[in-house]
Structures are given as structure tokens and as C-alpha cells.
């Protein structure tokens, strides 16, 4: 039985990762739960698996959560106990389903403890891939990813000579405005961007879907995952979200991994690898797929992805910054005090204001509360 701790538990993927658990249950023992500040629905969570260790990184919501008993469950809360949950003794594989750059100092304690990482946390690799990936080496940690897109990387990836990549083809739904132009969005809602017309995902990593900033993410995410260049990873956009993502090898061949648009599929894979197990996602039917489509982004509209590719390239403190600038950018974007293609505005002068320096822990700390503060203010003269 693998004994696993899931950080961000109360999220979207963290709630399907439950899922996946409770029809593995005899494959999976829960030592650790971990929120930010859902009190009542992490309750109920403690409840039903009993983990050794629940922790909230809300203070507030945790002096709520510590009010009630959970027999055989301890309680921590707290930014600090978040971050040394990660390390809990016993645990082999460390879930982090948590949103932001909030994964990183979890995920770096993880790996120096020796835990494998199911990694959800994209921005981890964004902000600090070199130095996440150097340490995974050094404590011999494997890191396997959770993304939809990574995991069919993965899974197109086992037997195979990583030499022998030519092309990581990388694809994305398109959002709910796919074919749009600038023009037809300078007025949508937060509702109408948050209609993401295939995946069933929390309210942030649905607005970086509808900007392709979600997928500028996962190019930066691939390029430390599987150790290409940048040159190497195409992004295609395939409204059908059955085709995960693609490897063009250098013979010419193109292995793809295809499912169903149900992320507990590669939570599942992440969790049990190098096993395959049964689980409750619907197979597909071939017999009722029309079409399978593939075209080229509109990176002149949904500039995220061009912002993410620079960042990558230039490299050092600039993913972290493209990272602090959009999170900033999409939470003003939600609480209605700026537009949606104001986002693309903010994150562009927010690079463009910050020095780039060496990727350094502290440099990534520094450079994270920096870009924030400068993005912050852009949105208050805005607003």
C-alpha cells in the first residue's frame, strides 16, 4: 500500500485525486491532507480517510478547523506547517495539486526528503525547473507529471530514447474563444471565460486556458520535464481534448496518447506508475468520434503564449516573474477590476520593468514578491 500525502486537497485535482483513491483503496493509504483555507470541505475529507496529518495555511480557517476533534489526526496550520507537511514521515509519493508559485518551497522539501512528486503544480518546473530538476537528480526523486498533456508525454515517452525526440507536440483545447479576435473579447465576462467548453478545472487554470497562458505554462514545464529545447515543443489546438498530446520521433513516426477529457486518468497513472490499474474513466468509442482537429494557435490574439516562450528563452528570474505577473493579473481579472485582455497588458510591462538574474532560490523569492508588488500596481492605476 503507497502511502501518499496530497497538498491542495481541496482543489480540483486534489478532489479527483480523492476520487482515484477511494476506487484504489486498498492501494493507497492518505498520511497527509493539506489545504489553503477550505475548513469545511477539508473536514469532511479527514473524515472519510483518516490521514495522520491535516493541515490549513490559513491561520484563520485553521483556528476554525482545530475547534473540532478527528481521532487519530494531526492538526497543523500555518504557511510553515503547509511547507513541513510535505516532508511527513513515511510518505513515498507527495501529491502537489496546490495552485501558484505557493508549490514551489513544498515541493523543494519534498524532494530533499526523497519523496517522488506526482507534480499538478506546473508553476514548480516554471520558476525553477533547473534548480527543481537538479535537486530530484541529486536525492534520486522521480518526478511524475499530472498535466494531461505531460502525462501523455510520459506515457508516449516509456521504452523510448529521449534522444530520438525530434518534436514534442503539445496540444491545447482553445479555450472557449477559440477563433475569436482581439475585438470579440474586449468586453467578456468572467462567466463566459470560465465556460471552458471540455475540462472541468478550477477558476485560475481556466482563465490561463482561455489566454493560452496555461499552455505558455506547459511549454516552459515541458522543456525541463523531458529535457528539449524550446525549438523542439509545438503547440497545436485540438478542440476535442481526446488527443493529450503527441511525440514526433526522428524517424518520422508520431506516437500519441488519446482518452477521454478526465484528469483522473494520468492522476491516476502518476499515483500507481509504473502500474496500470483499472479506474472509472469512460473508455473511448471510436465508433462516435466525427473528428479529430488540429490547428495552429493564434498567438497574435492569445499573446500568453508568445510571453511564455520569451520568458523561457531569455530563462533566469523571467519565467518567475511571467508567473507572478499572470496570477496577479487573472485574480484582478476575476474580481472584475480589470478586463480580460488587460492581462496580456499587465504580465508584458511586468516583464519588461524587471532585471532578469540568476534562477537562485532567493533570487525566485525576491523576484516572485517583486514582480507582484509591481503588477499590483499597474492593476490599481488601471482600475
Known amino acids: 500500500m503507497k502511502k501518499i500525502a496530497i497538498l491542495g486537497s481541496t482543489g480540483s485535482v486534489g478532489t479527483q485525486a480523492l476520487d482515484v483513491v477511494r476506487n484504489l483503496h486498498d492501494e493507497f493509504s492518505v498520511e497527509v491532507l493539506a489545504a489553503n483555507s477550505n475548513v469545511e470541505l477539508l473536514a469532511h475529507q479527514i473524515e472519510e480517510f483518516q490521514p495522520k496529518l491535516a493541515v490549513l495555511a490559513d491561520e484563520t480557517a485553521y483556528k476554525k478547523l482545530s475547534a473540532r476533534k478527528f481521532p487519530g489526526t494531526e492538526l497543523a496550520g500555518g504557511r510553515r506547517a503547509f511547507i513541513d507537511a510535505a516532508n511527513f514521515d513515511g510518505v513515498e509519493t507527495v501529491l502537489t495539486a496546490m495552485s501558484g508559485f505557493a508549490g514551489l518551497e513544498p515541493t523543494i522539501k519534498a524532494i530533499k526528503g526523497g519523496k517522488d512528486i506526482a507534480l499538478a503544480n506546473k508553476e514548480t518546473l516554471v520558476v525553477a525547473g ?51 479576435r482581439r475585438g470579440d473579447l474586449k468586453n467578456v465576462t468572467a462567466d463566459e471565460v470560465l465556460a471552458h467548453p471540455t475540462w472541468n478545472m478550477g477558476k485560475k487554470i481556466t482563465v490561463d486556458s482561455a489566454t493560452l497562458v496555461n499552455k505558455g505554462l506547459e511549454v516552459i514545464e515541458a522543456k525541463f520535464l523531458y529535457g528539449v529545447s524550446y525549438d523542439q515543443i509545438q503547440v497545436v489546438v485540438h478542440p476535442q481534448s481526446i488527443v493529450h498530446s503527441m511525440v514526433e520521433f526522428c524517424d518520422g513516426s508520431v506516437i500519441a496518447q488519446l482518452a477521454v477529457p478526465d484528469m483522473r486518468l494520468p492522476i491516476q497513472y502518476a499515483l500507481t506508475y509504473p ?46 516573474v511571467f508567473n507572478a505577473a499572470n496570477e496577479i493579473a487573472v485574480a484582478a481579472f476575476l474580481e472584475g477590476r480589470i478586463k480580460f485582455l488587460q492581462i496580456y497588458d499587465v504580465i508584458q510591462e511586468v516583464m519588461s520593468r524587471r532585471k532578469v538574474l540568476p534562477a537562485t532560490l532567493d533570487n525566485l523569492l525576491a523576484e516572485d514578491q517583486e514582480a507582484r508588488v509591481v503588477a499590483t500596481e499597474l492593476v490599481e492605476s488601471i482600475y
Do not use: M
Not at 158 to 177: H, M, Y
Not at 286 to 305: A, C, H, I, M
Open 130 to 180: 533547473e534548480l527543481v530538476t537538479r535537486l530530484a537528480k541529486k536525492h534520486d526523486v522521480k518526478i511524475l507529471p499530472v498535466d494531461s498533456e505531460h502525462g501523455a508525454f510520459f506515457q508516449c515517452l516509456q521504452g523510448e530514447d529521449r534522444r530520438t525526440i525530434e518534436k514534442l507536440i503539445l496540444t491545447a483545447s482553445g479555450g472557449p474563444f477559440r477563433g475569436k
Open 275 to 320: 502500474r496500470r490499474l483499472p479506474s472509472p474513466v469512460k473508455p473511448l468509442n471510436f465508433w462516435e468520434l466525427r473528428s479529430l482537429n488540429f490547428y495552429k494557435p493564434d498567438v497574435d490574439t492569445f499573446r500568453g503564449l508568445s510571453f511564455a516562450y520569451f520568458a523561457g528563452a531569455i530563462g533566469g528570474t523571467l519565467p518567475c
